[in-house]
């Protein structure tokens, strides 16, 4: 990730081997201003905060973000539906 704060590279995020999601540095990039036109409409529009220097996030604040399923599932049972329908 330090390198990405960097502007040196990219982090791709994958999901059974799809890539979902491309992480870049957003500032001062070299294309004319596209990315960050992007990033200022998805802020305003409240899908992504920029983080500031006084921005630090608490392991409380994490945990309180992690996804906690509504009902008890039995994932081998998931894993094994997901494979029949052929996802």
């Known amino acids: 990730m330090g390198l990405v704060k960097k502007g040196k590279t990219s982090l791709l995020v994958f999901e059974r081997d ?5 992480i870049i540095y957003a500032g001062d990039s070299n294309d004319g201003g ?9 802020e305003r529009a409240g899908l992504v905060q920029r983080a500031t220097e006084n921005s630090k996030i608490s392991i409380e604040e994490i945990r ?8 008890k599932v039995d994932i081998v ?11």
Do not use: Q
């Open 34 to 42: 596209k990315d960050s036109l992007a990033l200022a409409r998805l």
């Open 64 to 71: 309180k973000l992690r996804m906690v399923p509504k009902k």
């Open 77 to 87: 049972k998931a894993l094994l539906d997901e494979r029949e329908e052929g996802r």
């Open 18 to 22: 799809i890539p979902v999601i491309k």
